[in-house]
């Protein structure tokens, strides 16, 4: 089993998106994946097809309320009287293959910070804003950014257009090094689809999320497996560039 | 009309409608001349990009952030001090802490300030010198 906490300090960075298509994109190469929705907003479904009135009961002990959807188990964690590491073991019936990624509300770092000490990654999700960087400082009272372990950042709604966009994303990688797990850029079809009603995939298949995805799931399957992680940027980035 | 971000490992290059802004028309790549011919080419102006690697800038948030203990730590120095996790699941193998990125530059920013808050003489200012720092960010441009 193996757990995946995305995160972020800022409202409205993208968790819930990130923690939707990794759910799909790991699905997609055969993982058995549950997601679980730790957030009030109740949006995560939207990714999925999902339609506003169709509501999943917060979980208490029923398989009813966790519907699987384009082959995602979706479990509301807001609202169940378990704590969360009581709700995976309630889910993976000790199926060694299993993936749950966690959807964590902003706000809510009470379960964030009990989530990151059994999570086998908890990633945060950023904006190329100040506020979004900012928010950084108030992520963890015990120790710094640079001393979190299972950490990784994703940079989402990345639009090079924009200077601070790149500038925020070369900050970033330089700052974290290894933590820096990359971008995801911007794309409007996503919210495109999600008012259609559609997945990404169908919707918008040539959609550079999905591709920028599909390198972040590499690059989470390498950190998982204990390798090294070789992504399309960091710290020794010119090298790689060259490709 | 699409916007047709093509990525390539050195530079960015973007496709927009010319109804959506002024670009600048330059000597196109090969690849991107490529792609305008497959599609309508009428319909797309060219932009690159400048690299990111060569234009980044003194943006004082990024120097607060720098100099912030709670992003860089005092250098690493008293991470064993500090609270860390405690594994209650011994499943997948614990990685090490990343290690710090190269030249350990942060280390060399943040390691002063540590000290600057038990010696009181040494001005704070001293302790990140972001210009050191964007200047690597520029160097790394190969
Ligand atoms: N890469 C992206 N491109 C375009 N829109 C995005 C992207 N990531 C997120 N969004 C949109 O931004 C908004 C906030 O994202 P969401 O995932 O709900 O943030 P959070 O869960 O962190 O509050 C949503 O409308 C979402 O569709
Ligand atoms: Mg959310």
Redesign the pocket.
């Given at each position: 089993m193996t757990i995946i906490a995305v995160h972020?300090p800022k409202?409205?960075?993208?968790?819930?998106?990130?923690a939707a298509r990794l759910a799909m994109s790991f699905t997609s190469r055969g993982r058995p994946v549950t997601v679980v929705d730790y957030?009030r907003?109740d949006?995560l479904k939207l990714h999925f097809g999902m339609v506003p009135s169709q509501t999943i009961q917060p979980w208490r002990g029923a398989e009813a309320d966790a519907p699987v959807v384009g082959g995602v188990r979706l479990v509301k964690g807001y609202g169940s009287h378990m704590a969360p590491e009581q709700l995976i073991q309630d889910f993976s019936g000790g199926d060694k293959s299993q993936l749950f990624i966690l959807?964590i509300s902003?706000s809510d770092l009470e379960v964030r910070r009990e989530v990151s000490q059994f999570a086998d990654l908890n990633l945060c999700?950023l904006e190329p804003t100040p506020a979004a960087l900012t928010s950084l400082t108030l992520l963890d009272e015990g120790q710094s950014v640079r001393e979190l372990q299972n950490f990784a950042v994703v940079l989402?709604?990345v639009d090079e257009q924009y200077k601070l966009s790149r500038h925020c994303r070369r900050f970033l990688a330089e700052l974290l090094g290894e933590q820096y797990f990359g971008i995801?850029?911007?794309?409007?079809a996503?919210?495109e689809a999600?008012a259609q009603f559609e997945v990404l995939e169908k919707f918008a298949p040539h959609s550079v999320?999905l591709r920028d995805v599909t390198a972040l799931t590499n690059m989470i399957e390498a950190y998982l497996k204990g390798e090294p992680v070789v992504g399309s940027e960091g710290v020794d980035a010119p090298a790689r560039r060259a490709v | 009309m699409p916007i047709l971000p093509c990525r390539n490992a050195a530079l960015s290059v973007l496709m927009v409608p010319k109804s959506l802004t002024i670009t600048m028309v330059m000597d196109m790549r090969n690849d991107a001349r490529a792609l305008l011919e497959k599609l309508s080419r009428q319909d797309f102006r060219y932009k690159q990009f400048e690299d990111p690697y060569t234009d980044m800038e003194l943006w004082p948030v990024f120097e607060a952030l720098l100099k912030d203990e709670r992003i860089t730590g005092n250098g690493g120095n008293n991470v064993e001090a500090k609270r860390l996790p405690e594994p209650r699941r011994a499943a997948v193998e614990r990685r090490p802490a990343p290690s710090k990125p190269a030249g350990s530059f942060l280390g060399q920013y943040s390691a002063p300030q540590a000290s600057a808050a038990n010696e009181p003489g040494r001005p704070q200012g001293d302790a990140v010198d972001l210009r050191n720092f964007l200047g690597k960010l520029g160097q790394a441009k190969s």
């Open positions: 972020s409202g409205g960075s993208g968790s819930t998106l990130i957030t907003q949006t959807d902003s999700v989402n709604r995801v850029r911007r794309d409007e996503v919210n999600l999320v | -």
